[in-house]
């Protein structure tokens, strides 16, 4: 067991799709958050993994999902690599990681919170602990504007609005901010998990345990 809980690295992968870059972006921004907060971080597109990557998958404490919202959901791209985890599902491989998720569209609300949801369901198939973006929503009163964080109001996750005919350069600074935030939250939350188990594990107590009840 670690004496020093503050000393402890939570691993975080930012696992994303984005088909012309602005998701792309904001998986940055989430890593820099996660990064500032001490995590130990890796980026890793989707579409273009490979088995050292689902290998740093297996071994993280947290995985942060993003994706475009195509179509009210998460892209093809994306669902095509959740389709590949099916057998980690099976085996539960990713079991009781800590888990997150953000996504950008071209609408205002574009039927973002489907896709946020989609990713929750992603997660709890995995029998992950989803996190919440913890922030409360922003922009909405006379005396408030765009530049709050979580300027769209989320809870679930971290939502983001960019126009359609701007470059991924252009994605607004507030949704840049608010994923950096859920990249933090993400990071305390991992730590303290990680801490966790390993004093419920050093008691020996039967709820110690990260086997399932039958
Ligand atoms: C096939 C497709 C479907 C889309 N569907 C939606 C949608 O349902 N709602 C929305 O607001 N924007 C939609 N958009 C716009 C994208 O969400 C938006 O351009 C986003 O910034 C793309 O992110 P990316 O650059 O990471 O791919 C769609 C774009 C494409 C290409």
Redesign the pocket.
């Known amino acids: 067991m670690t004496d020093n809980h503050f000393a402890v690295t939570p691993t975080v992968i930012i696992a994303y799709h984005?088909?012309?870059?602005?998701?792309?972006r904001l998986a940055e921004a989430v890593a820099a958050g996660a990064a500032a907060a001490g995590a130990d971080v890796t980026t890793l597109a989707v579409d273009e993994i490979t088995d050292t990557d689902w290998a740093t998958l297996d071994s993280a404490d947290a995985i942060i999902f993003g994706t475009?919202?195509?179509?009210?959901n998460v892209?093809a791209g994306f669902q095509a690599f959740t389709e590949k985890t099916g057998r980690r599902c099976i085996e539960g491989t990713w079991r009781d990681k800590v888990a997150a998720g953000f996504t950008?569209?071209?609408?205002k609300?574009?039927?973002?919170l489907n896709t946020l949801v989609s990713l929750a369901v992603f997660a709890a198939q995995h029998h992950m602990h989803w996190v919440s973006l913890g922030l409360p929503p922003g922009w909405n009163h006379s005396l408030s504007s765009e530049a709050d964080l979580n300027r769209l109001g989320f809870f679930l996750g971290a939502g983001a609005q960019?126009d359609?005919d701007v470059d991924?350069d252009g994605v607004h600074p507030s949704d840049v901010e608010t994923c950096r935030h859920l990249g933090g939250r993400v990071a305390m939350v991992a730590r303290q998990v990680r801490v966790g188990r390993e004093l419920t594990a050093a008691v020996s107590s039967p709820a110690a345990s990260s086997e399932p009840v039958h």
């Open positions: 984005s088909g012309f870059g602005h998701t792309a475009p919202t195509y179509m009210g892209s950008n569209s071209g609408g609300s574009g039927d973002k960019t359609v991924p």
